[in-house]
């Protein structure tokens, strides 16, 4: 009796201090933190997982044992999917957050779904995705969250869900509600392509959602490379999150280089590391893609890793990947941040995975190599007006995902071509890594496909697991004259045939895929691979061909892999969930043995890496099923999530 | 010339083309099939519609020419092949097992008109 008595009294007593806190001043914070406590939830707020970019859930419901009976819990169809001249690409990352999933469509919707059953609380359409299509199509890789550390109680906009749009807008609606932020920009909309005046030849696509560092976004965007000499710079801004205002600017071109030369963008996603308060901007290649004989000028910012202040944009160091970039193969994924444990020491560190398959890992301090990179020698331009940089960064450890020359030749693509695949092979240049692009036609190996994609990997930060998944993809790189360009394309930007016109420089290009006349590849398989790293001690775990080909409905061997477009998540259960693979199909796969233990078709390749979260002490996995035309021209609209049956 | 051939085994070669010809209207048209839409299932029905064809053919009209008789078995059985390997590619269990069914009705009608042959020539030297 005595017992209950002093049970009934403690618990008085804290519904009173409860109530005192909710109505003081502190209130409102006070009972965030409590609803934050109280909640065991496994969220993914972030595009990679978290803003770390690892994609690692801590969640071990699922686990190798049981996840083979992993069933659909619930799907939707957005109804945001379209092909042709308005094709869509969708390569969302779901955030699980505040209790809701919420994705970004490629028309520039935001859907927020319960995360139990999928059915939509709220939709909101930021517009702009029915009139002529931006430089890059209708596309979208999710959204951004950002809650206010101190919210005002009572008060809309303390939870922001922020989607971009290909016409360069900024969109801020509340996270319960969906309706604008009216104190963000003008009524919920921050018109970017306003603080764009320099050589702005087109509106800047906002295909992937900011980063969030406390109050401030940090936003990248996408853009044309292939058509001017001189286009867009890409300036990385700093917003602040509750009113949209310009903080700051990155820019990688330098400013008396603006008129030779644009872009060096960061359309990839951005990693932050929430201790230091540095955000790292992988950089792209600047314009025009393929020929660089007018940007001669270093410019260390261009193809690299750079570290600013998130707050300030202030640099406080970068890495260039690749010198005088012209293979178009910029860095496009997120670093992954882990804490190496080496040598008895941590080592705050960064994984910047490349499309030359290499693994960059750098102190994301310092941005110094943790194992030494190497300035190897590569062949030099034979293109009038070119001058390729003599050396480029080569990095022989960790074991870069693709081998330094390609594959050889396929047999049975050449003989089922009567020997077209040899014959061409043989005219064109081929002196393996860095070969560039030529008037006769270069392999460029590996090209602009990757090497890695623009998922990057993921990092089991326990383990320190990183797992990665890699093209193996030779492409043919051609520069053609500007006054043959002219004959044959006219004034085109662009043509079928992979011609870009590089309008402005002395030569347009044309990319062409090594395939022969049937469409099958003209190198041996595997095409693509999915592999695993001891990031403690740079050692490869396993490699193994990921994916299956799927032509014409028909999957080809295993062994040969698939060419893959978004990445994976890792799983503290032990557990790899990846779509990416031109099969349909998504997989689990056991992160210790690299084992495919379960798999399941969706509507057509899941373009992203998935969300993984728990909900009510149920463990999800959700794709966004948007395909790519790259891969296949099979498109969706599909969210799916599984889970355990009950 | 025409003279009789067995007829056995045909209408189960129909059934399979029929179940060949379902299943790929259902893969062509369902997404979770992963086969939404591509040729591969449109070139499985084709070559379960000859099939259909063909064994209709075999059972309706037992009375063909020797030559008839053999287009139509090495047909069906060219078929059986070819769509027993899209199957495996595909992927596909129930084309494949459609093709099993196939191959048994192929077999009944081969191993049946042999025997059917073997019966005449026996009758022949009883009358001898």
Not at chain 2, 28 to 39: K, Q, R
């Amino acid at each position: 009796m005595k017992t209950k008595m002093k049970t009934a009294a403690l618990v008085a007593l804290g519904a009173a201090a409860a109530a005192a806190l909710y109505l003081s001043p502190f209130g409102a914070t006070a009972q965030n933190s409590m609803m934050m406590a109280a909640s065991t939830d496994q969220v993914w707020d972030a595009f990679g997982g978290n803003q770390q970019a690892q994609k690692y859930s801590t969640a071990t419901q699922i686990t190798p044992e049981n996840v083979k009976n992993l069933k659909r819990a619930w799907s939707i169809h957005t109804g945001d999917v379209s092909s042709g001249a308005r094709s869509t690409t969708w390569g969302a990352t779901p955030l699980f957050v505040n209790n809701t999933v919420y994705v970004g469509t490629p028309w520039y919707r935001i859907v927020a779904v319960e995360p139990d059953t999928g059915k939509q609380k709220w939709a909101y359409a930021a517009g702009g995705s029915d009139g002529p299509p931006e430089n890059q199509g209708l596309k979208n890789r999710g959204v951004a969250y950002w809650a206010a550390a101190l919210p005002e109680g009572g008060k809309a906009c303390q939870k922001i869900v922020y989607i971009g749009t290909m016409t360069g807008e900024l969109h801020g609606v509340d996270a319960d509600t969906g309706k604008r932020c009216a104190g963000f920009g003008k009524n919920g909309v921050v018109d970017v392509n306003a603080w764009l005046t320099k050589n702005a030849k087109w509106k800047i696509g906002l295909i992937q959602p900011p980063a969030v560092y406390k109050d401030t976004l940090i936003l990248g965007w996408a853009g044309n490379d292939w058509v001017y000499k001189t286009e867009n710079p890409g300036t990385v801004y700093g917003i602040d999150a509750r009113t949209g205002a310009l903080k700051w600017t990155f820019n990688a071109i330098p400013p008396d280089m603006e008129d030779q030369t644009g872009t060096a963008n960061v359309w990839a996603s951005i990693s932050v590391d929430p201790e230091t308060g540095l955000a790292f901007l992988p950089t792209s290649s600047p314009s025009p893609n393929y020929y660089g004989g007018d940007r001669l000028k270093e410019m260390p910012y261009a193809t690299a890793t750079v570290a600013v202040k998130a707050e300030t944009g202030e640099v406080v160091w970068s890495r260039q990947l690749v010198h005088h970039d012209i293979w178009d193969v910029d860095t496009n994924s997120a670093p992954t941040l882990v804490d190496i444990k080496k040598d008895g020491k941590v080592i705050p560190a960064l994984i910047q995975a490349t499309k030359m398959g290499f693994l960059f890992v750098l102190n994301r301090n310092t941005g110094e190599p943790v194992w030494p990179i190497e300035e190897r020698p590569y062949p030099a331009s034979d293109v009038k007006g070119e001058v390729a940089a003599k050396t480029q960064p080569y990095v022989p450890y960790p074991e870069p995902t693709i081998a330094d020359t390609m594959p050889p030749v396929s047999k049975f693509a050449d003989i089922v071509s009567f020997g077209q695949c040899s014959r061409w092979k043989a005219r064109l240049r081929d002196e393996g890594r860095y070969t560039p692009p030529s008037v006769r036609g270069s392999i460029s190996w590996p090209a602009t496909l990757g090497g890695v994609e623009w998922g990057g990997g993921a990092l089991d930060p326990v383990t320190n697991t990183y797992v990665v998944n890699s093209n193996v993809v030779p492409q043919i790189y051609t520069l053609v004259p500007r006054e043959d360009a002219n004959r044959i394309y006219g004034d085109k930007q662009r043509d079928r045939d992979g011609y870009a016109a590089q309008q402005g420089s002395a030569y347009g290009f044309k990319l062409e895929n090594f395939l022969n006349i049937w469409g099958m590849p003209c190198w041996a398989p595997p095409y693509g691979t999915l592999s695993s790293y001891d990031m403690n001690t740079g050692k490869l775990n396993w490699k193994k061909p990921f994916g299956q080909v799927q032509k014409w409905g028909f999957y080809m061997p295993e062994s040969w892999g698939s060419i893959t477009i978004g990445a994976p998540a890792v799983t503290k259960g032990g557990l790899t969930f990846i779509g990416a693979s031109m099969d349909s199909r998504v997989r689990a796969i056991d992160t210790r043995t690299g084992n495919v233990l379960w798999k399941h078709i969706v509507d057509s390749p899941a373009v992203a890496q998935p969300a993984i979260y728990t909900y009510k002490g149920k463990q999800y996995v959700v794709f966004a099923v948007g395909g790519n035309g790259i891969l296949t021209p099979r498109l969706a609209d599909q969210l799916v999530a599984f889970a355990l049956p009950n | 010339m025409t003279q009789p051939h067995s007829t056995r085994g045909a209408w189960l070669i129909v059934l399979a083309s029929l179940i060949a010809m379902a299943i790929c209207v259902y893969d062509y048209y369902t997404p979770e099939t992963g086969l939404i839409g591509t040729g591969g299932v449109v070139l499985v029905a084709c070559a379960a519609l000859l099939m259909l064809l063909a064994s209709l053919a075999m059972a309706k009209f037992p009375n063909r020419s020797p030559l008839l008789q053999t287009f139509l078995v090495v047909s069906i059985i060219l078929d059986i092949i070819g769509s027993s390997v899209a199957g495996y590619f595909l992927e596909s269990p129930v084309i494949m097992a459609a093709q099993a069914l196939a191959l048994v009705g192929w077999l009944m009608n081969v191993i049946g008109n042999a025997a059917d042959r073997s019966v005449e020539t026996d009758e022949v030297e009883d009358e001898d």
